[in-house]
């Protein structure tokens, strides 16, 4: 039977565990008995749910992680377990000693503030946390701790600037000028049609480079995503939307043709290839032929994933549906293509609002005379 017992001064907890197994803690000095109960009762209240776990016998956070990153680790592309290998080493290491039990709320949010307070990046603290909730759940599951302190943590935000979503913030786009002046300044003609293509596609950098002539439907005018090229490896792409069909106007069918008919390509081979017939090396291509094609245009230093914005950006200017969009550019989901490309849609639409006083007031090419105030 549970009992709190009195010993030189101190309080000492005495109980057996849902294994059987007897448990005695020695309180600090100082605590009361009514403290000691309301203890003791917590302890109870763990037996009971078969949540209770020895201090002693309670694992360090390290141990958990080390057992999660196994779990985890097969599940992972190589280039993400880099990433989140650098962020448990780096980021995540001040938990290493600390008992999983013993890290609270409290504790997380403070952890978060500091990063934080240390000039980190939203999208980089939003990542650290992502990783440690995980980790946090996976010791829920095994029943090591009884709830996740994570999820109720509050998690930092930016002020406001007027644009939806940190993404939005670092985008840049090229306008319709500058795009025809960038690709005027591309004297290579595979450069010229792989920076053609990332415009008028929208298609990742990894996407592109792993895009093999087999890919591309010249009668349906169309190109099929199936794989993506990143760190000297092919990957299947993350999610079932990124494997997509992307519509091609006439001018990027033209190129391709062109530059399938100079590059002599077949079916099985990559569209951009090296010299060597192996996939181009990004940085590479971004250093020797991007930045300088847009430095001798004078258009704005940007990103090759810009042109990706670029292209999403064209799309909503034309007003174009916004599913076709998500489809066009492999989102998951339409909300996600809201949440990112939001900022760059208009606030005011004129023929839409004239489009719905037609559609109400103008049945039948009659006009439909409404109340006026006398």
């Known amino acids: 039977m549970a009992c709190i017992t009195k010993r030189r001064d101190r309080w000492v907890i005495d109980c057996y565990d849902q294994h059987g197994k007897r448990y005695r803690k020695t309180l600090p000095e ?8 309301e203890i003791l009762r917590e ?53 290493n000693n600390v008992k999983i039990g013993l890290i609270t709320t409290a504790t997380v949010e403070k952890f978060l503030a500091e990063l934080q307070k240390k000039g980190f990046k939203l999208g980089t603290i939003s990542w650290i946390t992502t990783i440690l909730n995980q980790i946090m759940a996976y010791a829920v599951r095994h029943r090591l701790i009884e709830s996740n302190p994570v999820r109720d943590a509050e998690k930092p935000r930016k002020q406001n600037t007027g644009i939806e979503g940190e993404d939005a913030s670092k985008i840049t786009i090229l306008t319709p000028d500058q795009i025809r ?40 005018k169309q190109i099929h995503i199936k794989r993506t090229y990143n760190h000297a490896r092919f990957f299947l792409p993350k999610t079932k939307g990124a494997i997509r069909s992307i519509d091609l106007a006439p001018l990027v069918v033209s190129a391709l043709a062109s530059w399938k008919l100079k590059s002599g390509g077949h079916d099985n081979n990559l569209v951009f290839p090296n010299d060597d017939g192996k996939p181009l090396y990004a940085l590479t291509m971004v250093r020797k032929y991007f930045k300088p094609a847009l ?31 998500q489809t066009q550019l492999g989102h998951s989901t339409p909300m996600m293509t809201l949440n990112v490309y939001s900022h760059l849609m208009k606030s005011e639409n004129q023929e839409a609002a004239i489009r719905l ?9 009659q006009k439909v005379v409404t109340n006026q105030g006398v």
């Not at 006083?357 to 090419?365: D, Y």
């Open 30 to 37: 100082g605590t009361t008995k009514q403290r000691a109960r």
């Open 357 to 365: 006083e037609k559609s109400v007031f103008e049945i039948t090419g």
């Open 295 to 325: 430095k001798a245009s004078g258009c704005p230093t940007i990103r090759f994933h810009d042109l990706r914005h670029t292209y999403a950006s064209l799309l909503i200017d034309q007003g174009e549906n916004i599913k076709y969009i």
């Open 181 to 220: 002046i960038f690709l005027g300044a591309v004297d290579n003609q595979k450069y010229y049609t792989l920076f053609l293509m990332a415009v008028m596609t929208g298609a990742r950098q990894g996407e592109l480079l792993g895009l093999k002539w087999s890919d591309v439907d010249f009668q349906k």
């Open 43 to 95: 302890i109870e209240e763990k037996i009971a749910r078969r949540m209770f776990t020895h201090e002693k016998k309670m694992p360090l956070f390290s141990e958990v992680m080390k057992s999660w990153a196994e779990y985890k680790k097969p599940n992972l592309r190589a280039n993400t377990w880099e990433t989140v290998d650098g962020c448990m080493r780096i980021h995540l290491a001040e938990f």
